[in-house]
């Protein structure tokens, strides 16, 4: 079954997020689609080699500790950390050359940790550029590359389109 997603194309902590949106009222999961979880990770170069249970389980969790922290939940600092304490990243030469290699204690949290991992660089980066669409029944978030920071929505076709046509029909009822 091909899936297809209201918004693709984010940084991978913000994708991660992204694949959790609302359809028909209620929040779909993705990764509850028979292979969209593999197909997910192999569409970022991820392993997808440990019992997908598994990696849906560390996957559900990182996602759910990055909302947190962008919602500025209680303790979603510590849920985070709590994913970020299953690895490290070493500096190491290989064949001549420096490399930043990840090491995990579990190979199906590698996924999870990287995703952890990214928010952390995304948030000293740019944070004020990390957005939750402002269409209140929207639960997208993007990473507003505007030049002026000026996006509301995750989409202009769908979200922002609706939000004027609301302001018409406000204006003209």
Avoid at 44 to 56: C, N
Avoid at 74 to 96: C, M, Y
Avoid at 140 to 162: F, I, P, Q
């Amino acid at each position: 079954m091909a899936i297809t997603r209201p918004l693709t194309g984010e940084p991978l902590p913000l994708d991660l997020l992204d694949t959790v949106w609302m359809s028909n009222g209620a929040p779909f999961d993705m990764f509850e689609v028979p292979g969209a979880l593999v197909d997910w990770l192999k569409g970022h170069g991820l392993p997808a080699d440990a019992p997908e249970a598994d990696l849906r389980e560390h996957l559900t969790e990182a996602r759910e500790s990055i909302r947190a922290v962008l919602q500025q939940e209680e303790g979603a600092e510590t849920r985070l950390n709590a994913v970020l304490a299953h690895g490290v990243r070493r500096p190491q030469l290989i064949d001549g050359r420096p490399k930043m290699v990840d090491s995990v204690d579990d190979p199906a949290r590698l996924p999870a940790w990287r995703c952890a991992v990214e928010f952390l660089d995304l948030l000293d980066r740019k944070p004020d550029r990390i957005r939750k669409c402002a269409n209140h029944e929207c639960i997208l978030w993007y990473l507003d590359t505007t030049r002026n920071g000026s996006r509301r929505w995750h989409s202009m076709e769908t979200c922002g389109n609706r939000a004027k046509a609301k302001r018409f029909h406000d204006r003209h009822a």
